[in-house]
Each structure stands twice: as C-alpha cells, then as structure tokens.
C-alpha cells in the first residue's frame, strides 16, 4: 500500500486517508509518501514495513536513536507539536482557546539527562522497539546531556551481566548515576567498584519488574544514591527511581512561569506532586502547602530537600491522589497527572470543593483537553495554556495550563 501522511496524530504516528480507512504510520512525517504492508491491529489499521518513498525537504538528515519518532529539523518540528496540543483542545474539550506560543527546549540535541537501555547479545547497548521489543543496537545518542554520553561511550565496552542499564545525571553537578537491572548483586558488586573508580557517582542494582523499572527490589552496591539537579529557580534531588524531568533546562522554564501564573492565598494542594517540586516552589506565596505522593522514594526525597531549602510550611502526605477529598478545600490546586489524566475521583474532588485556581500541567495533550473541558462544563474558564518542549525529536509535547472560577 502506497499512502501520503496527512497529519500528525498523538503515539508518534503519522496519519493517511485510503479507501480502506485512516492509516497510522509510526514516523511517517506530515507530506510523506510511504509505502508498506497494511495490518489491522486492536481495530486501527496500520502500515508495518514501512518504506519511505519521498521524504521532506526538512527531514533531520543525521543519524538518531529508534526513539526519535519525529526526525525533523528542531523548526519545524515545533508548530506540529503546538498543533497537536490545539487540535485536542478543539476536538475533545470543544473549548475555543488561543494557545500562548510553544516554548521550545534551550537545547534541541543533547538533553537528556536520563535514559535506559538494554544489554545486547551481541555486545553494546540497544533499544527495545515499540510493541515488539526488538534490540536494535545503538552506537551513539544525540539525545543524551554530557554526563550521560560519557558514560554510554564507557558502557558499550563494558561486558555486565545485566539485562538493562539506567543512566540519571545532573548537569548542575556534572555527575551520572548507574542502575544495572538484572543479574546477581553480590557478582555486581566488584564492577560497582570499578564504575565507581571509573568516574559513576553510584551505582545501583534493581531486580527486574514486570511493574516497570525500579518496581521490584533495590539495592544501593557503591557511591551515591541521589544528585543534585537545578530546575530553573529550584535545585532539587534526583535518583534513578524518581520520575523527574529528564530535560531541566526546558522544566526549569515551565516552573517559572508556573510560579508565575498563580495568584496565591493560604492553601494549595499538590496532587501528582513526586518530590514535590512545585510545592517547595510555590511555599512563599501560601500559608499552608500540601504535597500529595503515593511514591515512598519521591517523598523521601521531597523531605529532605525541604529540609534541605528551610521550607517550614510544605506538609509531604504519602498516598493516592483519589484521597484528595479528605484533606478539604483551597485556594489552588495543582495537578501534574501521568499520561492517563486525572482519575474520575480527582475530576469530582475538584468540581466539588471549587478552588479558585486550578494549575494543571499535563504530558499528554488528548487526557488533558478531556480534563479541562469537563472543568470547564463544570464552571472553570481556561485562563491560560502553552505548549512546552521537553522532548525534541519525538512527538512528545508538555501543556502548562491555568482555570479559574468563573
């Protein structure tokens, strides 16, 4: 089958229109002519084997890892992520709304400063596709912060017997954190060693989960366990199980102008809060600041980096967000939800103890437009929303939003 992409759609497809249907095709670019075997899956209709027939003019022209789905030159690849934001603002919210414009990432290349990747059979270290989990092998990212690419160069010639690797770094502190996934801990322990002499900051064991990384047992084998990473107009710590922004150049902008857009009172909520960044942030402004976790590790870490900063009116509460109700009414009420969006009970807490101002930052521009509209058919107007850049060269793209009681 032979199909000319349309558009962009969220999941890192490209979108083409036949007699048989809509198309998805994972990379395909907007103006694309692509050619491959048409399979049905889970009732969408995809292009596997994917060949390209006419590329854009503006495909990046450079090599870059399998987890780059949108290899376009960094201009161009901004307009269709603010694209995606406002079509999900208009065909699920139904909510008329001018975006403020995207901010791009400080850095196009050379951002990350985590990554993972798995050991391969054949020496060096790979990615794991999408769906079929296939290895292809990696000899360079262009994606990768300083610190992290010195250590993917040392690790490819290191034969670990392991499954997979972490990598967390800091740009503040220049340093890398190591997790091996896999293998026996007490045979790790001399390599530990080793890395460690080699210039790692830490190295940490963790038993492979089906839950998802860092969800079965860890073991700290030498160094340091955490770093200290600047965000904008906070420093905060960061470890291989927390799920802090892996680009802190383009979240430290996001922070500011966050901190930026509310009104203050005396209460706010943190729900979603990981270490509880935002909290810590936004303490000056509030009498009283509630940061809501269900992860031990991120509150741990949130406490001693409010221990940390002086911070006396931040309370860190260990539990589900769907708690929310219990803890009462505020002034504001931040959310910063996984892909899925706010759960049922989230929505509800929030039309019914009515907070003044809502700021929601989301990673997921479909679950977010479902939030907001029912916000807003509940009584809240959209006061504010941008698009962010944390992710160049996949089809990833974050939203800063503000509602308030209408």
């Given at each position: ?74 201009e161009a690849q901004l307009p269709l992520k ?26 196009a290349l050379g951002y990350r400063t985590a990554a993972q990747y ?289």
């Open positions: 089958m032979r199909v000319v992409v349309e558009k962009l759609v969220p999941g890192g497809y490209g979108l083409a229109r036949t007699a048989e249907g809509a198309v998805l095709v994972r990379g395909g670019l907007p103006g694309e002519e692509v050619e491959g075997r048409p399979a049905r899956r889970k009732g969408a209709l995809f292009l596997e084997e994917v060949r390209l027939l006419k590329p854009r003019p503006d495909r990046y022209p450079h090599p870059l890892p399998p987890s780059a789905d949108l290899p376009l030159v960094y603010e694209g995606l934001v406002a079509e999900a603002l208009e065909r699920i919210a139904k909510v008329p709304f001018a975006l403020s414009p995207i901010r791009p990432s400080p850095r798995a050991r391969h059979p054949l020496g060096g270290l790979a990615y794991r596709l999408p769906e079929s989990q296939a290895l292809v092998r990696v000899e360079e990212d262009p994606l990768l912060a300083e610190p992290l690419a010195w250590a993917f160069a040392l690790l490819k010639t290191w034969p670990l017997p392991v499954e997979e690797i972490a990598l967390r770094g800091s740009l503040l502190e220049g340093k890398v954190l190591l997790g091996l996934i896999g293998g026996s801990p007490e045979a790790l322990k001399r390599p530990a060693r080793a890395l460690v002499q080699e210039g790692f900051a830490g190295v940490v064991w963790a038993e492979p989960s089906p839950k998802g990384r860092f969800r079965g047992r860890v073991r700290p084998l030498q160094g340091e366990t955490t770093l200290l990473e600047a965000f904008g107009p906070i420093t905060a710590t960061v470890s291989l199980e927390s799920f802090a922004q892996v680009n802190p150049l383009a979240a430290g902008l996001l922070l500011e102008e966050a901190r930026d857009l509310v009104q203050g009172g005396e209460r706010a909520l943190e729900l979603y809060a990981g270490s509880g960044l935002l909290s810590l942030l936004l303490a000056p402004r509030f009498q009283e600041v509630v940061a809501v976790e269900i992860s031990k590790e991120a509150v741990r870490r949130g406490e001693r980096d409010k221990a940390r900063l002086g911070v006396e009116n931040v309370r860190f509460h260990r539990g589900d967000a769907r708690e929310a109700r219990r803890f009462g009414r505020f002034d504001l009420v931040v959310l910063d939800p996984p892909r899925a969006g706010l759960s049922e009970e989230v929505r509800a807490y929030l039309l019914q103890s009515r907070p003044e101002e809502v700021l929601y930052i989301a990673c997921d521009p479909a679950t977010w437009a479902r939030d907001v509209g029912e916000l807003v058919r509940g009584g809240y107007e959209l006061a504010f929303a941008r698009p962010y850049d944390f992710f160049p060269f996949t089809h990833h793209v974050e939203v800063l939003s503000l509602l308030r009681l209408g």
